[in-house]
């Protein structure tokens, strides 16, 4: 999708983490350029621009205006970037030049719409499967998302890629068959054997104190009865 942003693209010289880390220290960040035939070339840009650009409605998506150092503007958009895995700041962009009277493929957001009955009536969960779908459009026809109406779906139902409306502004190159979302059964968590033995021993622990004591007092109990009878014989035998 075209929108009214300006990025300022600035030629870049030096190469390496020395240099991108000054860029970044400025608030820029290194960029590479490249295609429609042209070479590919080395700038730097807003990190914050793009981040900006990033976390818009229309994402990577955005069309934008790359302005040049040497005065010239050309339409563009993002196609890579790299994110520090800690702080998540930007460390570098891919940038590419877009002809607006072509046609260009892109992957675009899948948004799912309305309560499915397989969750409201048959207790299921609403799991999707695919988040994204590659269309081909021209670059001012790109949708911020496509919609996926799943208020019909019960138990055991799908929507695949074929089943999405149709659209005279873009054509759908993935596999029609691929699943994007369904609905299924709640997954109950199954008690392992092993794990219903432990259960079963732990819950018999409290009683193991009892059964030990009633053993020791039986035992003396016996042993107390038996004393005596074994005194007489005993004596009996001597005379």
């Not at 019909?152 to 994007?180: F, H, N, W």
């Not at 199954?190 to 193991?208: D, I, N, R, T």
Request: with cysteine; hydrophobic share 40%.
């Amino acid at each position: 999708m075209i929108k009214d942003i300006t990025v300022e693209a600035e030629p870049r010289e030096d190469r390496g983490k020395n240099a991108a880390r000054r860029l970044r220290r400025l608030g820029r960040i290194p960029a590479v350029v490249y295609g429609e035939g042209k070479d590919a070339v080395p700038v730097s840009v807003s990190a914050k621009q793009i981040g900006q650009i990033l976390h818009s409605a229309t994402g990577h998506n955005t069309i934008f205006q790359l302005a040049t150092g040497d005065g010239t503007r050309q339409a563009a958009m993002l196609v890579d970037w790299q994110s520090d895995p800690v702080s998540s700041g930007l460390l570098h962009a891919d940038l590419k030049r877009v002809d607006l009277t072509r046609k260009i493929r892109v992957l675009v957001p899948i948004r799912t719409q309305g309560d499915a009955k397989g969750v409201k009536t048959q207790d299921g969960l609403l799991e999707v499967v695919t988040r994204e779908v590659e269309i081909e459009c021209l670059p001012s026809d790109i949708p911020e998302h496509i919609d996926a109406d799943v208020t019909e779906l019960l138990l055991g139902q799908a929507i695949r890629v074929k089943d999405l409306p149709a659209s005279d502004r873009y054509r759908l190159t993935t596999d029609p068959e691929r699943v994007l979302v369904h609905v299924v059964a709640l997954r109950h968590e199954e008690v392992k054997p092993a794990e219903a033995a432990v259960e079963g021993v732990a819950e018999a622990a409290p009683a193991e104190p009892e059964v030990i004591k009633k053993g020791k007092q039986i035992e003396e109990g016996e042993a107390a009865e038996a004393k005596p009878a074994k005194e007489p014989k005993e004596t009996k035998g001597k005379k």
